[in-house]
């Protein structure tokens, strides 16, 4: 079973920015899609960034030109670049893979406020 650990979060003024990291434990990681997803009380948890094993990308409109995900195979870890945050964004921060298909971890509070 994998498992994933996030960290990095925090409280920061909007234009800020922040870097969070998602260890994972088992060989799936290198040959997975992984993705970061983000989840605000009472609405569905949303996939804001994704990267193939081959470091093909993609971005929700919302967060496209300010966020950036990495990973490095060698580590079993995921990172996620956000830079010019916005309110909006404030959410807990998960990854998993791009479908989801395991156990979330506890994630990492991300709060953007001034």
């Known amino acids: 079973q994998v498992q994933f650990m996030e960290s990095g979060g925090g409280l920061v003024q909007p234009g800020g920015s922040l870097r969070l990291s998602c260890a994972a434990s088992?060989?799936?990681?290198?040959?997975?899609?992984m993705g970061w997803f983000r989840q605000v009380p009472g609405k569905q948890r949303e996939l804001v960034a994704a990267?193939?094993?081959?470091?093909?990308?993609y971005y929700d409109d919302s967060v496209k030109g300010r966020f950036t995900i990495s990973r490095d195979n060698a580590k079993n870890t995921m990172y996620l670049r956000m830079n010019s945050l916005k309110p909006e964004d404030t959410a807990v921060y998960y990854c998993?893979?791009?479908?989801?298909?395991?156990?979330w971890g506890q994630g990492t509070q991300v709060t953007v406020s001034s």
């Open positions: 998993n893979t791009r479908d989801s298909a395991h156990f």
């Open positions: 088992g060989s799936i990681f290198r040959i997975a899609a």
């Open positions: 990267i193939s094993p081959s470091t093909l990308t």
